[in-house]
């Protein structure tokens, strides 16, 4: 079955840097686009960032441009979001989805505090 396994969050500093892992199994991630979205305490989830299969397509949401990098290597059948200068607000559950059949993974917490 299709699953997504989130890691590699944590607390960090202001304008520390984390990155997070998406480990996809039970399909070939190499035919998906991927996304990924956050959710802080008390509000909506939002998106953060998609990649497109191949990983030619790339799209961030205004609040992470020029901050985040999502990549993917589908041999490894992972996908990535690294986080540099992160700030108080980027604190949130971070999670993984695959937009094809709603597909999310249980989240990993990103906590950016001094």
């Known amino acids: 079955q299709v699953q997504l396994v989130e890691s590699g969050g944590g607390l960090v500093q202001p304008g520390g840097s984390l990155r997070l892992s998406c480990a996809a199994s039970?399909?070939?991630?190499?035919?998906?686009?991927m996304m990924w979205y956050r959710q802080a305490p008390g509000k909506e989830r939002e998106f953060v960032a998609r990649?497109?299969?191949?990983?030619?397509?790339?799209n961030y949401a205004d609040s992470v441009k020029g901050r985040f990098t999502i990549s993917r290597d589908n041999a490894k059948n992972t996908v990535y979001l690294q986080m540099n200068s992160l700030k108080p607000e980027d604190t949130a559950v971070y999670y993984c989805?695959?937009?094809?059949?709603?597909?999310w993974g249980q989240g990993t917490q990103v906590t950016v505090s001094s």
């Open positions: 989805k695959r937009p094809i059949g709603d597909y």
């Open positions: 039970g399909f070939a991630l190499s035919y998906y686009g």
């Open positions: 990649i497109s299969n191949t990983g030619g397509s790339i």
